[in-house]
């Protein structure tokens, strides 16, 4: 079916169409076009979140349109059909007064996420209204991945600190790939998944400007500090012309289930999801060109097995995408994953992990090796006993 998202394309549609049959439109407000839908065969038609008149919206219905209305009352859109920005956000937001970030549509969304039931079960229209919000930016972030062939994703520790080491390592690597026209995709959040979306902000730019915008981040080193996003914003306003010269796109996908920390500034757009398991399913599975994994906890261990069992299946386009541990000690001893990955892959994707400490090795790795078919028995059980 054809979509309808915008007034241009709308006005452009009514001046030629006689039939709305297998078009859909989204979120429009109708009313100033009430004429030019009375002159349409409206049957089969779809109509989503749109505003009419009650006696015009009374007879599309009768007339064989298939109507969902507004629901009023929410601070986000049910049926959004686009990405988010920062800038929407956090719109309101001030740097110089980091309290101000409880007014912005970010922390008014997660209050009513929380008010509402949060991950819990929320009242059934509260949950319709979730879902239809998520398969909204499910759509949304196919448009955008269909303008990317290359896609590598970083995943790590939400409490990564700006002043580690680390940080500096994961936005150099996040530069490098995409320098090299990769869309740098992450979690949305603080720690490792700011790094690599601040990283691929200053792909073009100087290393010494990374270098420096790193140290007045680490002013505030923690996501839990209260000017971490202020320190964000400052950054964002002394670089500005440099990131205006050579601007390189970059992802975030956080969700309001993880509200409590805000999603960080350095994204062109974020994927935000009501629902995390489709969040954590959906980022996993985008990452064609493989994944870093940076230093992390329970959160990120999910993610390396999540990736795992998508490569052992091959249930992501029949693909095995490369995975890059960055971080010997941490995977071998603290958290000793690579022990069962070498398990996992041995005979069919081994030559698809890597890991190491040297950035420069992860950035090869990734280079050289990229996506590989995976060879997936065509066995079903209706084919082996039935005929299909």
């Excluded at 998520?134 to 590598?152: C, F, N, P, R, Y």
Aim: hydrophobic share 45%.
């Amino acid at each position: 079916m054809r979509e309808i998202h915008d007034a241009k394309t709308l006005t452009s549609f009514l001046d030629s169409a006689t039939t709305l049959a297998n078009v859909v439109l989204l979120n429009l407000d109708l009313r100033e076009h009430a004429t030019a839908l009375r002159a349409l065969d409206v049957r089969d038609g779809v109509l989503l979140g749109c505003e009419l008149e009650p006696t015009d919206l009374a007879d599309v219905v009768l007339r064989g349109a298939l109507v969902f209305p507004r629901i009023e009352g929410l601070p986000y859109e049910p049926w959004r059909s686009a990405l988010y920005t920062p800038d929407e956000l956090f719109s309101g937001f001030s740097a110089d007064d980091p309290c101000t970030y409880c007014d912005t549509l970010d922390a008014r969304v997660y209050a009513h996420f929380r008010a509402t039931g949060g991950a819990d079960e929320a009242p059934m229209l509260e949950a319709f209204a979730r879902r239809l919000h998520d398969h909204g930016i499910t759509e949304a972030l196919e448009s955008l991945l269909a303008k990317h062939e290359q896609v590598v994703a970083f995943m790590g520790g939400h409490s990564m600190r700006r002043d580690d080491p680390a940080y500096l390592a994961v936005a150099r690597m996040a530069a490098e790939l995409a320098a090299d026209g990769m869309l740098v995709a992450t979690g949305g959040g603080p720690g490792a998944m700011e790094a690599a979306n601040l990283g691929a902000r200053f792909a073009k730019a100087d290393d010494a400007e990374l270098v420096s915008a790193v140290r007045m981040l680490a002013e505030a080193p923690l996501y839990k500090d209260r000017d971490w996003l202020a320190a964000a914003f400052r950054v964002r306003d002394t670089f500005r012309s440099v990131l205006a010269k050579s601007p390189t796109p970059t992802l975030g996908v956080p969700t309001f289930f993880y509200g409590h920390e805000p999603p960080n500034a350095f994204a062109s757009w974020h994927a935000k999801y009501f629902a995390n398991s489709v969040r954590e399913e959906g980022l996993v599975s985008l990452a064609t060109q493989g994944i870093v994994f940076a230093p992390g906890s329970a959160g990120t261990v999910q993610e390396i097995f999540q990736d795992a069992c998508q490569n052992h299946y091959g249930t992501v386009r029949g693909m095995v995408s490369p995975m890059a541990l960055f971080g010997v000690r941490h995977w071998t001893e603290k958290l000793p994953v690579l022990p069962v990955l070498a398990q996992l892959s041995r005979g069919t994707w081994e030559d698809r992990v890597v890991t190491s400490d040297d950035p420069r090795a992860i950035v090869e790795f990734l280079r050289a090796q990229g996506p590989r078919k995976l060879d997936r028995a065509s066995w079903s059980y209706c084919g082996a006993f039935c005929r299909e």
